[in-house]
């Protein structure tokens, strides 16, 4: 059972970055594909960003291309740098993991799931 931590959430000014940071206890992510997604009180879960095993593939959601960048290091960690961050980014973000991504919908693929941590972006 792979666990995911993330860390790195917090309050934020509009215009503000945040890293997020997503890691496995005991456990390398290098061998898996890593999403990031995000859940808004009352919203539906939404795919952010997905990278795969090899680092040689990514997925954006479409509204967040050119803010948001998805990276991994060669100890398996996965990150999400998060710029020019707006209210409507106010979300708990949470990592998942699985053998591969779809750009159709991120979430199918990924078998373990974090429970997250909190963005809220405000003045």
């Known amino acids: 059972q792979v666990q995911l931590v993330e860390s790195g959430g917090g309050l934020v000014q509009p215009g503000g970055s945040l890293r997020l940071s997503c890691t496995a206890s005991?456990?390398?992510?290098?061998?898996?594909?890593i999403g990031w997604f995000r859940q808004a009180p009352g919203k539906e879960r939404e795919g952010v960003s997905c990278?795969?095993?090899?680092?040689?593939?990514t997925y954006y959601a479409d509204s967040l291309k050119g803010r948001f960048t998805i990276s991994r290091d060669n100890a398996g960690n996965v990150y999400l740098q998060m710029n020019k961050l707006k209210p409507e980014d106010t979300a708990n973000y949470f990592c998942?993991?699985?053998?591969?991504?779809?750009?159709?919908?991120?979430?199918?693929?990924?078998?373990?799931w974090g429970r997250g941590t909190p963005v809220t972006v405000s003045s």
């Open positions: 005991d456990f390398t992510l290098d061998y898996y594909a």
């Open positions: 990278i795969s095993s090899g680092h040689d593939s």
């Open positions: 998942a993991a699985g053998g591969s991504f779809h750009s159709a919908d991120p979430s199918r693929g990924m078998d373990f």
